[in-house]
């Protein structure tokens, strides 16, 4: 009697024909196994998502993370701080202009960043090309997709600010370089203070009615110019002072000077700093959280 060709091959290994199916409960525990990869590492599969979409506008981030330092320092340096000949004095401390103003100019170049980061692309992951719905029909969570896109920010973020903080450091506006780079995680945290608590609000519109651009004109741009960035808070009247003091900028501001060129300050008033940002920052992901659980159905 004669084998049939496919009982075996040379040597006894058995064929595709022989081999056993899986059984449904095995076919199940695969499934599970795939399906819990994307629960363990989700948060940093959507932050590849948003680091690969930055491709599409790759060249704006070169230029505006090093082009920007180069054009504000330029017009400082060479510019306003040649008409400003007497040094600025805060806290008993007297610095050049530049000096002065430097950490702020690094905090707002993250806040900015922020700002671009933490608005348009939540938008449209939830209206226009709704890819947050289709992460969370994989095994994707909203708090995960919500923790990847800070995540992919926080990537750009770094970025800027470690290429602001070299520029300062070339412009000799950080007297202090041993303590100085302190401002590169403390912009980071800015950037997240106001980037995390704008996500939510991205996260909460349905309708777009150009809030987005109220933002930057009655948020950002009144931050900016009311935050202590080009003179001390002090100087200016106590009805305008509220702004800095409820600002992400100024308090970042602040413990950027303490870093860079040594500003004194009380010790409850760093904790206060820090404490500030951390609040805005962990609230802000909370709050946007759970719009995001709202938003996709969990």
């Known amino acids: 009697m004669t084998a049939s060709p496919d009982a075996a091959r040379p040597g006894g290994e058995p064929t595709a024909a022989t081999r056993a199916q899986p059984s449904l409960d095995e076919l199940r525990a695969e499934a599970m196994q795939w399906g819990r990869k994307p629960r363990v ?33 330029l017009g400082l340096a060479v510019g306003l701080a040649a008409l400003i000949d007497a040094p600025i004095t805060q806290n008993g401390v007297e610095v050049s202009y530049l000096v002065f ?11 900015s960043v922020a700002s671009e980061e933490f608005s348009y692309p939540v938008m449209a992951g939830f209206k226009w090309r709704r890819y947050f719905f289709g992460f969370s029909a994989t095994g994707l969570s909203p708090g995960q997709i919500a923790g990847g896109v800070i995540a992919g920010a926080s990537a750009r973020i770094i970025v800027v ?7 300062l ?8 370089p041993e303590t100085g780079w302190i401002t590169i995680p403390v912009g980071l945290l800015a950037g997240l ?20 651009a109220l933002v930057q004109r009655f948020v950002f741009m009144p931050m900016f110019l009311f935050s202590g960035t080009f003179y ?26 303490i870093a860079t060129y040594g ?15 951390l609040v805005l920052t962990v609230g802000g992901y909370l709050i946007g959280r759970r719009i995001f659980q709202r938003r996709l159905g969990e």
């Open 41 to 73: 590492a989700g948060t940093w599969y959507v932050t590849e998502h948003m680091v690969r979409a930055m491709r599409a506008y790759g060249w704006t981030i070169i230029v505006g993370a090093l082009g920007q330092p180069i054009l504000y320092l």
């Open 101 to 111: 103003v430097a950490p702020a100019l690094l905090m707002t170049a993250a806040i």
């Open 161 to 167: 600010v470690i290429a602001y903080y070299l520029f």
């Open 169 to 176: 450091w070339v412009f000799q506006a950080v007297p202090n």
């Open 193 to 212: 203070a106001f980037g995390i608590p704008y996500m939510a609000y991205a996260a909460s519109i349905t309708d777009d009615k150009g809030q987005v």
């Open 232 to 257: 001390p808070l002090a100087t200016l009247p106590l009805w305008l002072q509220w702004i800095g003091w409820v600002s992400p900028l100024w308090h970042a501001t602040e413990l950027g000077r």
């Open 263 to 277: 500003m004194p300050a009380d010790p409850f008033a760093v904790v206060i700093h820090v404490g500030y940002l």
